[in-house]
């Protein structure tokens, strides 16, 4: 009976569509839907209910990625195969990139660049506009760090992501690509208008939402709220504005977090502090945030912007727990307690950005539950991953190639990954953590003593582990362009050298 009460109710759902026009493809499903598509789209949600493939986010599949890896127990590889074994792996990952697409029409792999490059010197452009102001000190603070690159990783995540769930079911119960009539009925201008009236009662906050405005059209005033198809996946406007977000509030963490570490270089620069010092350093990472904030807020998605909200808190709990380093450093040999600690602290500084902008990215494309968790694991884990590579890197390249000061985490007292295995190895290391390497020459044995220790292997080991589980996360995504270039940038990311 209930099976031919759901099929009645889905044949009034097909025929309300077929009456009033196709709804709203896009988050928030009663913000942006405009014109009969509402009353459609009531009408679908009452009739057809949440779609979810499987694995559901609730399945033993997905609660496996999302246990806790036993950092202490991870072993270097057999001695003189570190460096085989994970390039080994990341190769592994490569083969996957080309079975990328559709088999039938395509089976070149497309890599990253190709698949959302364009759409990254927009987001560049973007947020250079986004961020001016009427005061030019400030628009030199603000910025200065976008002249210098970098490697935009989270806005890369973000995209991908997009494309990848556009093919994939969505809430509204449909899996046809975002294209054609289904995008076309919604106004994604009003992302960009004041809800408030009394925000553009006085002549600043008129020139800020005139900006706003501004910065999604294209630098030679292209359509400013045209979705970007490529190889048949799909990034809407809203996508594209959060990962613009997403790189402001990472910015921005950069900025404050030079001021705190005194940092000296920063991609290949001055840090910002010692070119303008710490007070303008303070106030722009303040003035990314507020910006970040007001683009967030216009997303008109409360989902989304309490998911990203939270990030802000996740940065502050990471850097309190990096102020402190350890809980106990008092202890002969670190035990798991204190990698959890370790990998806690670099969740939230670093992986919950990356995160809960891929969540969102799902569900800014009206993804269902099971894409969207898909979506956090992946950016969690490659997240973890990425900064495990990057606490290794330290110990490994120089200071040019890096972009900054290498033996930069021992000389702020932290103990990273390589610290706490060859901790393990060497229990001399434990008063040196203690007193977080301030006396003379800690430094410097703290140095040789990783070198001699499988420290650097069983790090990479375990940033192994992080990337084969954010590529397995993938699977529940259809397979794609989209979804083979996250698992070869997941690939990459094991063997860069910066």
């Known amino acids: 009976m209930a099976a031919k009460a759901r099929a009645a109710l889905g044949r009034l759902g097909a025929f309300a569509r077929n009456a009033l ?16 598509d509402k009353a459609v789209l009531k009408v679908e ?24 890896i036993r950092a202490s127990d991870i072993q270097a590889p057999s001695a003189g195969a570190g460096t085989r074994e994970a390039a080994s792996a990341a190769e592994d990952l490569d083969q996957k990139t080309k079975v990328a697409g559709d088999r039938e029409r395509d089976r070149k792999p497309v890599g990253p660049k190709e698949l959302v490059g364009p759409e990254l010197s927009f987001v560049t452009d973007s947020m250079v506009r986004l961020l001016e102001s009427g ?43 975002l294209v054609g009539s289904d995008i076309d009925r919604i106004d994604f201008s009003l992302m960009d208008r004041a809800l408030s009236q009394n925000i553009d009662s006085d002549r600043e906050s008129q020139a800020v939402n005139q900006l706003v405005a501004s910065a999604t059209r294209d630098s030679n005033g292209g359509r400013p709220y045209e979705p970007s198809v490529r190889w048949g996946l799909t990034i809407l406007p809203t996508q594209r504005r959060l990962a613009e977000i997403t790189e402001l509030i990472h910015t921005a963490s950069l900025l404050h977090d030079d001021v705190i570490d005194h940092a000296e270089t920063r991609r290949g620069l001055p840090a910002i502090q010692r070119r ?50 350890l809980e106990d450093a008092s202890m002969a040999q670190p035990d798991e307690r204190a990698f959890e600690y370790y990998l806690d602290k670099t969740y939230l500084k670093t992986a919950s950005l990356l995160a809960k902008s891929c969540r969102s990215s799902a569900l800014l494309g009206n993804s269902t539950d099971d894409i969207a968790e898909a979506a956090h694991l992946f950016g969690r ?19 040019a190639a890096l972009g900054k000061p290498v033996g930069a985490d021992l000389e702020l007292g932290l103990a990273t990954a390589p610290v706490l295995y060859a901790w393990q190895e060497h229990p001399e290391l434990g008063p040196l953590v203690a007193r977080r390497f301030s006396a003379d020459g800690d430094v410097q044995t703290a140095w040789r003593l990783v070198h001699a220790s499988s420290g650097i292997d069983r790090t990479r080991a375990l940033a192994h582990q992080y990337a084969q589980r954010a590529c397995e996360a993938l699977a529940v995504f259809p397979q ?8 070869g940038l997941a690939a990459s990311l094991l063997r860069r050298s910066r």
């Open 135 to 177: 005061h030019p000190m400030l628009n030199a603070v603000s910025q200065y760090y976008f002249a210098g690159g970098g490697k935009h990783v989270g806005p890369m995540l973000v995209m991908l992501i997009a494309q990848a769930a556009s093919i994939g079911t969505r809430r509204t119960g449909e899996t046809s690509i």
């Open 276 to 325: 303008f010092g710490n007070k303008m350093a303070i106030f722009a990472g303040d003035f990314l945030l507020a910006r970040a904030s007001m683009a967030l807020a216009r997303l008109r998605d409360p989902e989304v912007i309490e998911i990203m909200s939270s990030v802000l808190s996740d940065l502050v709990d990471g850097e309190f727990k990096q102020l402190q380093n």
């Open 21 to 36: 026009g196709r709804p709203s493809e896009s988050r928030p499903l009663d913000k942006l839907a405009v014109g009969s």
């Open 381 to 399: 884990n490659i997240g973890i991953a990425y900064q495990l590579i990057d606490d290794l890197l330290d110990f490994t390249v120089s200071s």
């Open 480 to 487: 794609s362009h989209a979804t083979a270039a996250l698992e």
């Open 45 to 68: 949600i009452e009739t057809t209910g949440l779609r979810e493939t499987l694995p559901g986010p609730q399945s033993p599949a997905m609660a496996r990625l999302r246990e806790p």
